[in-house]
């Protein structure tokens, strides 16, 4: 009898860990944390990241992602230092830190065509580069975009000596405006653009892409260094799988995509997200067959500006600053180097 109740207590233990190898293996065993941190708090421009997570697209390349916001280091700093497996960041940010030698590289483009531009009050008459001239502009001290007013005018004879430039600090574009802070300003259309919208602003808008080719840059891309790249190739593979079907559901979806991102992010207004995912849904893949893929063209363009600028004091190569390598691009969407090309 003593035997008996042995065995069943055996056979019983035995089923128990039968159970839990099962439950190991169903809830992900092979479960990798990452850091994933932004540029910025979140926004629209980072809308495919959440529909990654709450579609449980992370989840199912065995990755659980935690999304943090910068602080007073930035998303090129924790990468670069391996802080941070991956980040947000820009094409401009991506070529000065290479220049320092700060090893990050960009993986993906999140929006395709450079949505920044110049925009002003109405009532201040400014519709061209030409109307630059004798007005102010508000920045945020960034010697960059001085040199692209200055660029920008020259190429149309305009006098940059008679540009005055303001420090206006993070102030958003709507509330300089209207307390007549600066004339000009640099804004990110599909946020504070539709914010100038729905706030009744009426305002003049130039593209930079329609200016110049050369800044027509990727901004932002996603980073990742390095070593991360080099030691952890498969995890950047699906990182990137993940990520490529969350931008892919929001450019599809863009008010179920919206929602989102204000469930993640509920301190956002919702009409700006609504209105903000609606422009650039379309955006993020824009001309091209795959999302994410960047050209070297664009790389080169840029860095050569940059060197011929001063902006960078020694010139970078664009094949180590970015890849299309890890992008989950299909054949009959054409190779990775013809996508780059």
């Known amino acids: 009898m003593l035997n008996g109740r042995i065995r069943v207590r055996e056979l019983g233990f035995v089923v128990l860990i039968m159970v839990l190898i099962t439950s190991v293996a169903v809830t992900g065993a092979e479960v990798t944390g990452v850091k994933l941190t932004l540029d910025w708090t979140p926004n629209?421009?980072?809308?495919?990241?959440?529909?990654?997570k709450e579609l449980g697209y992370f989840a199912e390349e065995g990755l659980k992602v935690s999304v943090v916001q910068p602080s007073k280091t930035t998303s090129i700093q924790l990468t670069g230092t391996g802080r941070t497996e991956f980040g947000v960041s820009h094409q401009e940010s991506v070529s000065m830190a290479r220049a320092r030698g700060v090893p990050v590289v960009s993986i993906a483009a999140i929006i395709q065509n450079n949505t920044s531009g110049f925009a002003a009050s109405a009532e201040e008459e400014i519709?061209?580069?030409?109307?630059?001239?004798?007005?102010?502009?508000?920045?945020?001290?960034?010697?960059?975009?001085?040199?692209?007013?200055?660029?920008?005018?020259?190429?149309?004879?305009?006098?940059?000596?008679?540009?005055?430039?303001?420090?206006?600090?993070?102030?958003?574009?709507?509330?300089?405006?209207?307390?007549?802070?600066?004339?000009?300003?640099?804004?990110?259309?599909?946020?504070?653009?539709?914010?100038?919208?729905?706030?009744?602003?009426?305002?003049?808008?130039?593209?930079?892409?329609?200016?110049s080719e050369t800044f027509n840059y990727y901004t932002p891309v996603f980073i990742a260094g390095e070593k991360i790249i080099a030691k952890k190739p498969e995890l950047v593979r699906k990182f990137l799988r993940a990520v490529t079907r969350g931008y892919e559901y929001a450019a599809k979806h863009p008010t179920e995509s919206a929602e989102i991102l204000l469930k993640h992010a509920s301190e956002l207004d919702r009409e700006l997200v609504m209105e903000s995912q609606e422009y650039l849904s379309d955006k993020y893949a824009e001309g091209v067959e795959n999302w994410g893929v960047q050209k070297k063209v664009v790389w080169e363009r840029f860095a050569d500006w940059l060197f011929n600028n001063d902006l960078i004091d020694r010139k970078i190569e664009p094949e180590e600053a970015f890849t299309n390598e890890f992008l989950p691009i299909e054949e009959d969407g054409g190779s990775r180097a013809s996508q780059g090309s």
């Open 44 to 52: 629209t421009n980072h809308t495919g990241i959440y529909a990654a």
């Open 127 to 211: 519709s061209s580069v030409e109307d630059f001239a004798g007005h102010k502009f508000g920045g945020w001290g960034s010697e960059l975009y001085n040199k692209i007013i200055q660029t920008v005018m020259q190429d149309v004879g305009a006098d940059f000596s008679t540009v005055d430039f303001v420090n206006i600090g993070m102030t958003d574009f709507v509330t300089a405006a209207r307390h007549d802070m600066a004339d000009f300003f640099w804004i990110f259309y599909g946020w504070q653009g539709i914010h100038a919208e729905l706030e009744g602003l009426e305002f003049t808008y130039i593209p930079v892409a329609e200016l």
